[in-house]
């Protein structure tokens, strides 16, 4: 079974410019998240979906990310513009959600944005 | 307070020991707990979930969790070279699907 894929593996751009992070949870996921991780810190949600639905974007900054997650598959997150202090790793992970479910995640291997 | 917490460590130990991770949560009444391990430059993997008090074992790991205490830890038994990294605790709220990860302990093994 394959796991979660997330594109692109690293990203450098200038800060001011746009960036978006692509992911393809596990088949028969209807759960999908994104993280961001900073160095010495544990993953902090930015955005919950199940399966189209945006159920908690609570901690998603607003005037500059975005996420989607069309036909309840494949999600992408947006940043416009991106600040020096976007710079992280940004986690994508999936789980089948829903009751006497384990609803254990498991994460792709994320994208290491750098903002110069 | 925060609502995982973990010792950041490091905690060294030699090989062949029982390395022995904790972990405290502030929300009285979650149901669901998990451990995952990351290497440096990787992304988390699950190696342990434990819904129930008592002890869970799989192969050389144990998770034990104390609901009274608010308390779950992971136990490590013939530490290897290998199970160095950082060990992530993760605490599923209840009223919802949020999941709250620690900071990590890092754990060092030594040959």
């Known amino acids: 079974e394959a796991g979660v894929v997330q594109s692109p593996r690293y990203k450098i751009i200038e800060k001011k410019q746009p960036v978006a992070f692509w992911c393809n949870p596990i088949s028969g996921h209807n759960t999908l998240y994104w993280y961001l991780q900073n160095l010495g810190q544990g993953p902090e949600l930015l955005i919950r979906?199940?399966?189209?639905?945006?159920?908690?974007d609570s901690q998603l900054p607003k005037d500059r990310f975005s996420a989607e997650r069309l036909k309840g598959v494949d999600s992408t997150l947006k940043i416009q513009p991106a600040e020096l202090g976007d710079s992280a790793v940004y986690l994508c992970a999936s789980s089948l959600v829903g009751q006497g479910l384990s609803n254990e995640q498991f994460f792709g291997p994320g994208t290491r944005l750098t903002v110069l | 307070q925060k609502e995982v917490e973990q010792n950041s460590g490091p905690l060294s130990v030699p090989e062949g020991a029982i390395a022995s991770l904790n972990c405290t949560y502030s929300?009285?009444?979650?149901?669901?707990f998990f451990w995952y391990r990351q290497y440096s430059g990787k992304s988390p993997e699950l190696i342990m979930s434990i819904y129930s008090n008592g002890d869970k074992e799989d192969g050389r790991f144990t998770a034990q969790l104390n609901k009274a205490s608010q308390y779950v830890s992971l136990l490590i038994r013939d530490s290897q070279p290998s199970d160095s990294a950082t060990y992530l605790c993760?605490?599923?709220?209840?009223?919802?699907?949020?999941?709250?990860f620690g900071a990590g302990t890092r754990l060092f093994v030594k040959a």
């Open positions: 929300d009285r009444v979650s149901q669901s």
């Open positions: 993760a605490v599923k709220l209840t009223g919802g699907f949020k999941t709250i």
């Open positions: 979906y199940e399966n189209e639905e945006a159920v908690d």
